[in-house]
């Protein structure tokens, strides 16, 4: 059902059904006598896929086209038929967008765990303090562009929507006055990235991302049965979203981009 969904949108009578072979594990753990109050999850996968859906990357075209491993196009023929994908603009003759169809790329291949951990603290004031952490580690991620490509090591990279090493969401929980009251204190982190062109070219002189902390801060209270109040301050500490696809070899002509599916780009505010 989704390779004809592909055939229909696309028009590319030739994109088949992927098969995958995947296994999951997981489970629940609750901490004994006076850890009652600590619980944690496991979730482990591990996903295969073999002729997988997907769009056709723009860079990938390119570096076929121009022959970047020294034997997809040796003779640099126009007729190539990743050369056929690349536009031209009618106008002045310069590149211009790229096909990008849906195709039977070769296997893809990831695995990982998910951890979380809830714990909780009872105070000698009546209230109580939580900590609340989930931690995703990508153990692999490889994929062939098409089945007689090498695979692309894109763990730790921004290609493929960002497969960053681990990631890292906690809060921390602070509840009072009766159970009416709270504070929560959100830490997301995410470690260093390489960029993308790092999965499409070895060496490649395009800068990764440092390491980024967001602090958010919330409050609520509990009027009655029927009313509360709610706030809080997203980006606290006002963290600048860090240069994403920096290239100061070539000129550095991305150095205001940023990746605004991670990194926030609006400031502190409430």
Same mark, same amino acid.
Not at 51 to 64: G, W
Not at 248 to 254: C, E, L
């Given at each position: 059902?989704?390779?004809?969904?592909?055939?229909?949108?696309?028009?590319? =009578?030739?994109?088949? *059904? &992927?098969?995958?072979?995947?296994?999951?594990?997981? *489970?629940? #753990?609750?901490?004994?006598?006076?850890?009652?109050?600590? %619980?944690?999850?496991?979730?482990?996968?591990?996903?295969?896929? +073999?002729?997988?859906?997907?769009?056709?990357?723009?860079?990938?075209?390119?570096? %076929?086209?121009?022959? *970047?491993?020294?034997?997809?196009?040796?003779?640099?023929?126009?007729?190539?038929?990743?050369?056929?994908?690349?536009? !031209?603009?009618?106008?002045?003759? &310069?590149?211009?967008?790229?096909?990008? =169809?849906?195709?039977?790329?070769? +296997?893809?291949?990831?695995?990982?765990?998910?951890?979380?951990?809830?714990?909780?603290?009872?105070?000698?004031?009546?209230?109580?303090?939580?900590?609340?952490?989930?931690?995703?580690?990508?153990?692999?991620?490889?994929?062939?562009?098409?089945? +007689?490509? %090498?695979? !692309?090591?894109?763990?730790?990279?921004?290609?493929? /929507?960002?497969?960053?090493?681990?990631?890292?969401?906690?809060?921390?929980?602070?509840?009072?006055? /009766?159970?009416?009251?709270?504070?929560?204190?959100?830490?997301?982190?995410?470690?260093?990235?390489?960029?993308?062109?790092? *999965?499409?070219?070895?060496?490649?002189?395009?800068?990764?991302? &440092?390491?980024?902390?967001?602090?958010?801060? #919330?409050?609520?209270?509990?009027?009655?049965? !029927?009313?509360?109040?709610?706030?809080?301050?997203?980006?606290?500490?006002? &963290?600048?979203?860090?240069?994403? /696809?920096?290239?100061?070899?070539?000129?550095?002509?991305?150095?205001?981009?940023?990746?605004?599916?991670?990194?926030?780009?609006?400031? !502190?505010?409430?």
């Amino acid at each position: 059902t989704v390779a004809l969904l592909h055939k229909t949108i696309n028009c590319n =009578p030739l994109v088949q *059904a &992927e098969r995958a072979d995947t296994w999951t594990f997981g *489970a629940v #753990f609750s901490g004994p006598g006076n850890f009652e109050n600590l %619980q944690a999850s496991i979730d482990m996968y591990n996903i295969d896929i +073999t002729d997988a859906i997907s769009t056709i990357s723009p860079v990938f075209v390119y570096s %076929q086209c121009f022959n *970047a491993d020294g034997a997809s196009n040796p003779t640099y023929d126009v007729n190539d038929e990743y050369c056929q994908m690349i536009g !031209r603009n009618f106008n002045t003759g &310069e590149r211009d967008t790229v096909q990008a =169809p849906f195709v039977n790329q070769g +296997t893809l291949k990831t695995s990982g765990v998910d951890l979380q951990v809830n714990w909780a603290l009872d105070l000698d004031n009546g209230g109580s303090f939580s900590i609340n952490s989930l931690v995703s580690v990508l153990n692999e991620y490889k994929l062939q562009d098409s089945p +007689t490509e %090498q695979f !692309r090591n894109i763990k730790g990279t921004l290609a493929e /929507g960002g497969q960053y090493d681990y990631r890292l969401n906690t809060t921390f929980g602070y509840n009072f006055g /009766g159970g009416k009251a709270n504070v929560n204190l959100v830490w997301y982190h995410l470690p260093e990235v390489e960029d993308a062109a790092r *999965a499409l070219t070895t060496p490649t002189t395009v800068l990764g991302v &440092e390491s980024y902390n967001r602090f958010s801060l #919330f409050a609520g209270y509990q009027i009655n049965d !029927r009313m509360s109040l709610r706030g809080g301050i997203d980006n606290l500490l006002d &963290e600048a979203p860090p240069i994403v /696809g920096s290239n100061p070899a070539a000129g550095d002509r991305n150095a205001d981009n940023t990746n605004a599916q991670y990194y926030d780009i609006l400031g !502190r505010h409430a």
